[in-house]
């Protein structure tokens, strides 16, 4: 239903889950509506800088992030990756084919105004400290995901 | 809510997933009312022909179409698909539970009026042509999907 | 929209999103919403018994049951698993994180009347009767999913 407001649930950190999240985040920012992204578990990969400081990490929580992807440039697809060779291939026909990339769509979505909500709990399980993270997100728990979704009449888990 | 409307997108090509928006998407057209489903990246799988015309594409384009299951028939299990084996029992159980196949549940989505629309852009990226996927198709942007879930009181994305 | 109300279809039976799922329904029970989860296809082994009695199946219907997940013990996540290396470990961080675990949200899902509904189609055709699951389930279709659907705001397929 139309509230003027969508809120998108990325949990998956797939390129292609990625794209089709932030089609439709900027896509409905372009319509005018207010757009919430929480991003949880592998999701937060997308918003990972490439390059961040370094962190001294309990061995066991430190794991998952030394072994996630840096960053969006580093995501893979969710079929035919073929250990990364899929995931460029799908990069160049977007780009053959005039689509923005998902960088394009991420400051795109950032310049609507899309708001980026990043789930504290995944953040502390998966061993990611706010400066491994991209600038300008808010560090949220569940219950404020819920407090949007209350608003939005589009909601969906990617 | 109850807005006699509903959406899913079809993001996943794979059988088990594809089954599930089929049967979703049938319930609620015997249930009176409108649905649209949104088919986009891996899903257009699913509304490949068996026998497609040749097109002649450029080789990066072509890749994905190449490697890409041609239709329902050849789709897998998201889980424990053993090289289409899985896939195949799954069909088997199906039929001797009398449960309709995915070709039988699109057959009865289209005869209820459900509204197949397929996402232009991943068309264009994954290579696929107009006449390579089903009949009777609507070819869309965003924009139409959202348009669509707008007016929709139950929007998934699968 | 905040109709009081909020549905989650369980697709999937991994860890990760089984956690984030229980999450979710969890944050939403204690802000006071009616939460029902519809249990279908591979998130029909997060509720499966740990030791359930031997029932005799057919060959063929019994053949999934054989191979999957005995009970959410034995989940796997969905990426880095590793064998079920990788979701001890996710385990062993979500305790030094003073996360409840699976089996503590779900329990406290049921403390807070979250309902819990299993598809019987879904039971069919992986071969699991209604005693190899946890007591306490309502074995529905998917007209009563889009019941309860049709009452709430947010719906989610995970």
Chains 1, 2, 3 share one sequence.
């Not at 580093?74 to 073929?82: A, C, E, P, T």
């Not at 400066?131 to 560090?139: C, H, Q």
Request: charged residues 20%; proline residues 1%; aromatic residues 6%.
């Amino acid at each position: 239903m139309d509230t003027g407001k969508k809120t998108l649930i990325v949990f998956s950190g797939d390129l292609d889950r990625a794209i089709a999240a932030f089609i439709i985040a900027t896509g409905a920012a372009a319509m005018g509506d207010e757009v919430t992204m929480f991003f949880t578990f592998w999701g937060l990969n997308i918003l990972r800088k490439a390059k961040a400081p370094r962190h001294h990490k309990a061995m066991l929580q430190g794991m998952f992030s030394a072994m996630m992807p840096r960053g969006s440039q580093r995501l893979g697809i969710s079929k035919m990756n073929f250990g990364g060779l899929g995931a460029r291939m799908m990069r160049l026909v977007m780009r053959q084919q005039h689509v923005m990339s998902l960088e394009e769509l991420m400051a795109s979505a950032r310049e609507q105004g899309v708001k980026l909500i990043a789930c504290r709990m995944s953040m502390d399980v998966l061993g990611l400290a706010e400066d491994e993270l991209i600038d300008g997100l808010e560090y949220v728990g569940v219950a404020t995901y819920l407090g949007e979704a209350d608003k939005a009449g589009v909601n969906l888990f990617i």
